[in-house]
């Protein structure tokens, strides 16, 4: 999954903040760094999960689709002329 900026307005922002620098180290002391990694984890596989979820659907749609079509016999022979 790619995070990138989409619009202008998230260009502009990411132009700002790319060369900011965090020089508050008593921030760190605010949170686990094994309970981020934990969180961080559980939502990378609430994402696979969702992706898989989304591409099975997609599966057994087509299927649906696909069975439930009914094709029709044309004739593309032109008629004849009468005598």
Do not use: H, W
């Not at 508050?24 to 002391?29: H, L, Q, R, V, Y």
């Amino acid at each position: 999954m790619a995070v990138g900026a989409k619009d202008k307005i998230d260009k502009e922002l990411v132009r700002k903040y790319a060369k900011l620098k965090m020089d508050n180290p008593e921030s760190t002391k605010l949170v686990d760094s094994q309970k981020m990694l934990s969180a961080m984890n559980d939502y990378a596989s609430m994402q696979r999960s969702m992706i898989d979820m989304n591409t099975k659907l997609k599966d057994i749609c087509s299927n649906v689709t696909s069975k439930s079509v009914v094709y029709l016999k044309l004739n593309f022979n032109p008629p004849r002329p009468r005598r």
